[in-house]
């Protein structure tokens, strides 16, 4: 029933109440008090009785404490005891002086927007505001947890944590739910969790009754769940007012507050179809000390080099203070080092000083914005004695394992200088101490996405001002700091956006709409997305989930309006109970053959975590899977390596690829990496497995969760399957190869590549022999470019196959089709029943050739047919 009233969301903005959505006022300026009515006397915001005169309510439902001896003006109904320290540390921050404003802001309007600079105490402060003014008491009157939502796991743990000390409450007072791990109990006030995890709950909780108040964090990051949250939480504290107004027994009002590093908060403020009364934005004044910008003359090309160069030069040169490197995390980046022969080991005290000597001479090299003192010695007005201390090099990326990420707040080893070398995970939700020096490479690797073709890019591009300028004031935390930019300020000024792009707008959507399907929001083209994503990206979405079967046209005689939004079906429930993308749930539910689900399981969880293969030496061209970054490794002194050692590495991994493409025999690239995964968890795993086999171990674990997770939702949900799973996966024998083959056929049966040459029409015979399947062009199911196979493949350097199955399709220096498998094209008209794409039987044509052509798909080109095994 309450699901329901969520359906359809046509916002219509007369039924909005003025009385409860009064304020609104201009940015940086304290909410306007609003006008009490008198039916709304009888209770406060929150469901409580009052009986208290309209000025006190509103100034605070709030009940008037002492506000004459200057203390705030409204009780504490939960008082807390913070450590001295922590208590004379959080005063130093900016947005503690600004509790009063929030907190008014918050007890008036249902949504509040808050804007403060990274550091300016956000994340830890606001959730104590809240806890303070009575927020995930029981005995208080707003019961009802206090949910921070995080775009990232670390970031999720290492806030509550903080905020726990801060309180000096327990772990399961101030929890964090991320998806593996939880610290949640009865006893939780404070949860922080990623954003999946809530928008997970709304699912099987539309109206999350177990919150009074849901903090969105980083919302300026504009991630995917960032933006569907807020749209979604937009109608569930519409749904819960109105429950409250109709005085529904225990209805409580939930409060939303989205919190912004960056000003540019439009998108969630002036959109009618999201707030039609636009939220109050509490501004937190920025204390942040002066950053001095130096742009590079001219922009490097070789910036990895560049960057070291810097790093070593304010090392050597500058007085202490921590030195933040932000890098793209791509690892042809290593190419280019290893290329320059450049085995700089930056704790390498000896090289340290070489590479400084070799550098002084290059004057020109740095520029002063605005100013001709190109000197960092007469800048700054130090001697330059050149440095005896060491560098503690940290890496900081997101597929480093969480304690290893959590060393960057750890105080570096006596004397020594700190120095992280961060992708853009720096860049605004954690805050690493004592940091002054921030050297920017201007770059970000991003990935992109096409719907029109399903091809995705992982591309190096300038970042945004805004995030140029999120990197520089990293430097300016602790005192005057400085941002070297490898990069020159007209390039800044003419090829830089303003602001980079939400993520909705280029990744692919269909796991979202699923996930909005589910929870009954039918008409997803109505609803208020922050920024709406193309129409045809949605339809495009809804098309492959009815494809699939997860959705279904009402039929319902009842709605006769001309367009019917399709449903969810009980296998689109199905679906949605598992944390996967809807093709590889789909695969679980078909997957039920010859004890094959095991090994699907396996499999689904690898291609959803991604390719755990490390290519650091096979792969010169264009591996995209390894979004985190070697170049950074490479940089510390964990991974670098003499060249002897690579050598000898270098035969390993290859006996090592050689033996995990055994399984599929050489025809399957996710069959050679169920070959690894079955033999890690045969072994128990660990790092040294890792390293012997040349995998990664964050994506290892992962993988190992993951699969957990799904055989535990497998064996809840369906018991009848639970005799097929034991403790250890033992190798699949011949038949479930085969059929495992199969199963990734009909997985991606839209997802067909065929050798081009046995398109072009040259008789029976098809093209030429070929020996090895590199720079062969294949044709592609609705991609009109010609694709490679991508050289990590286990059919890369073998004789061609005529067809194959890919799993993704990446442009880089050409465009690549990804995790592949040989298919055999008579299966292609038997899995007919399949239901992403049929093929028809096979048939003749003029010229003596038998063809296939496929039934569904953005361009049917047609196969040509080839004898069955
Ligand atoms: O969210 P926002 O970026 O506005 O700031 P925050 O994360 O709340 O951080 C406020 C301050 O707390 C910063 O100065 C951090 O250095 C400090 N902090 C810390 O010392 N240890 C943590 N684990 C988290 C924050
Ligand atoms: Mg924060």
């Known amino acids: 029933k309450q699901l329901s009233q969520a359906k359809g969301y046509v916002v ?141 796991r670390v970031a999720a743990i290492s806030m509550a944590n903080r905020v726990a000390h801060e309180l000096s409450l327990t772990s399961s007072q101030v929890s964090y739910q991320i998806r593996y791990d939880a610290t949640v109990s009865s006893s939780t006030s404070i949860k922080f969790m990623t954003d999946g995890v809530l928008l997970r709950e709304l699912a099987t909780d539309f109206l999350l009754s177990k919150y009074s108040v849901v903090v969105i964090d980083e919302a300026h990051e504009r991630s995917i769940n960032t933006d569907i949250l807020i749209g979604v939480l937009s109608r569930v504290i519409k749904l819960r007012e109105e429950m409250w107004k109709e005085g529904k027994a225990g209805a409580k009002l939930l409060r939303l507050i989205i919190m912004s590093a960056t000003l540019r908060v439009s998108d969630f403020v002036e959109n009618k179809s999201l707030f039609p009364t636009p939220p109050p934005i509490v501004n937190v004044p920025a204390r942040q000390h002066p950053v001095t910008i130096h742009f590079s003359r001219r922009t490097s090309p070789d910036y990895v080099t560049d960057a070291i160069k810097k790093a070593c030069k304010i090392h050597a040169r500058l007085p202490p203070g921590g030195i933040l490197i932000f890098l793209t995390g791509q690892n042809e980046i290593t190419a280019d ?16 000083d070489s590479d400084f000597n070799e550098n002084m001479g290059d004057a020109d090299e740095h520029v002063l914005e605005g100013d001709l003192d190109e000197d960092i010695d007469q800048e700054l007005g130090i001697d330059t004695e050149e440095s005896e201390v060491p560098m503690h090099v940290v890496p900081l990326y997101s597929l480093l394992p969480s304690e ?170 199905t679906m949605a109970l598992f944390p996967l993308p809807p093709r590889f749930s789909r695969m679980l539910a078909a997957g039920q053959h010859h004890q094959c689900l095991p090994y699907i399981i396996a499999m689904v969880s690898i291609m959803s975590v991604g390719d755990p293969f490390l290519y650091e030496e096979a792969i010169q061209e264009g591996d995209s899977t390894q979004e985190d970054s070697e170049d950074i490794s490479y940089l510390t002194n964990e991974t670098v390596k003499a060249k002897e050692m690579r050598r000898l590495r270098r035969k390993e991994y290859f006996q090592s690829q050689h033996r ?6 050489f025809t399957s690239d996710i069959l050679k990496a169920l070959s690894v995964v079955g033999a890690y968890e045969y072994q128990g795993g660990g790092v040294e497995f890792c390293s012997q086999h040349f995998v990664r171990f964050k994506a290892m674990e992962e993988i190992h969760k993951l699969r957990a997770q799904i055989t535990n939702i497998m064996r809840l949900y369906f018991p009848e399957t639970r005799a097929e799973f034991s403790a250890k996966l033992t190798p699949p024998n011949k038949i479930q190869v085969k059929v495992l083959k199969q199963l990734v056929a009909a997985a991606f049966i839209d997802q067909i590549a065929v050798r081009k040459d046995l398109t072009e ?18 044709r592609a199911m609705g991609i009109s470019e010609d694709v490679f196979l991508h050289p990590s493949s286990v059919l890369s350097d073998r004789p061609p196959p005529d067809y194959i199955a890919f799993q993704e399709v990446v442009r880089t220096s050409r465009v690549f089709v990804k995790g592949l498998t040989t298919v055999n094209p008579a299966w292609l008209s038997s899995l007919g029943k399949s239901t992403l794409c049929t093929y028809s039987k096979p048939f003749k044509r003029t010229d003596g050739t038998l063809m296939i052509t496929p039934r569904f798909g953005p361009e049917g080109w047609e196969l040509p047919a080839v004898k069955a095994e």
Not at 88 to 102: D, F, H, Y
């Open 12 to 152: 219509d903005p007369t039924q909005q109440d003025n009385a409860v959505h009064s304020a609104n006022s201009p940015p940086k300026r304290p909410p306007k008090r609003r006008k009490i009515d008198e039916a709304e006397k009888m209770r406060g915001p929150m469901g409580e009785k009052l009986a208290l005169p309209s000025t006190a309510f509103a100034l605070g439902v709030l009940k008037l404490g002492k506000a004459a001896s200057g203390s705030k003006p409204y009780a504490k109904p939960t008082t807390i005891n913070r450590p001295k320290d922590v208590e004379e540390a959080r005063l130093l921050l900016p947005i503690v002086s600004e509790e009063q404003p929030i907190m008014e802001a918050i007890m008036l309007n249902p949504v509040v927007v808050i804007c403060g600079e990274t550091g300016s105490g956000k994340t830890t402060q606001v959730p104590q505001f809240l806890y303070e003014a009575g927020f995930g008491n029981p005995d208080s009157e707003t019961p009802g947890m206090i949910g921070i939502t995080q775009p990232r």
């Open 337 to 352: 080092i290893e290329a320059e022969d450049m085995e700089i080991d930056l704790q390498d005290q000896a090289q340290l």
């Open 404 to 573: 290893k990420q959590m060393e960057v707040f750890k105080p570096p080893p006596a004397n020594a200088r700190l120095v992280v070398v961060a992708t853009n995970i720096a860049e605004t939700s954690l805050t690493i101490p004592g940091i002054k020096y921030v050297i920017d490479c201007g770059r970000a690797k991003e990935r992109r996405y096409d719907v029109t073709n399903g091809i995705q890019t992982f591309q190096i591009d300038w970042i945004s001002k805004a995030s140029a300028s999120q990197r520089a004031g990293r430097a300016g935390r602790t005192g005057p700091g400085h941002c070297y930019r490898l990069y020159s300020s007209a390039l800044f000024e003419n090829y830089f956006q303003q602001f980079s792009a939400p993520e909705i707008l280029r990744a692919p959507i269909e796991g979202v709409v699923l996930q909005m399907k589910n929870m009954h929001i039918d008409t997803v083209v109505n609803f208020p997305f922050p920024t709406p994503p193309d129409r045809f990206a949605l339809q495009q979405a809804e098309k492959v989930l009815t494809h699939l079967g997860a959705l279904a046209k009402s039929t319902s005689p009842a709605s006769n309006r001309e367009m019917v939004d399709s449903q969810v079906t009980d296998l689109g429930r």
């Open 660 to 665: 995990h493409a055994s399984l599929g025999n």
């Open 761 to 778: 029409h040259k008789g029976s015979s098809g093209g030429a022999q070929y020996s090895n399947s590199h720079s062969i062009p294949y």
